[in-house]
């Protein structure tokens, strides 16, 4: 059974640091592409960060410089740093998984998701 559990969302003042996790089960994340995705009220869900089984990255304009993505396969695990935060990037963080080539950040090649969690910057 494949699952995904995001947490280490909440509340931050602009210009601080969250984390988030992402817990994996069922699979190992070092053979998939792991990636964040988030989505604001009235808005479409964006493409954050996505890391390849190989480690490399790949980010969303809107954050780059600024988020961090990386996993330690010992914990089967997904972060997001996420550093120098701004309101705009409040929003429900969802973390997803895609098996197969092409690790990308167009959210409907990813089939497995978690329920997501929220940040919030004011």
């Known amino acids: 059974h494949v699952q995904l559990v995001e947490s280490g969302g909440g509340s931050a003042l602009a210009g601080g640091s969250v984390r988030l996790s992402c817990a994996a089960s069922g699979y190992t994340i070092s053979t998939v592409c792991m990636a964040w995705f988030r989505q604001a009220p009235g808005k479409e869900r964006e493409g954050v960060a996505v890391i390849s089984p190989g480690g490399n990255t790949l980010y969303a304009d809107s954050v780059k410089g600024r988020f961090t993505i990386t996993q330690d396969n010992a914990k089967n695990t997904v972060y997001l740093q996420m550093n120098s935060l701004k309101p705009e990037d409040t929003a429900m963080y969802y973390c997803?998984?895609?098996?197969?080539?092409?690790?990308?950040?167009?959210?409907?090649?990813?089939?497995?998701w978690g329920q997501g969690t929220q940040v919030t910057v004011s």
């Open positions: 997803a998984a895609r098996s197969g080539l092409g690790c990308t950040l167009v959210d409907r090649y990813y089939k497995n």
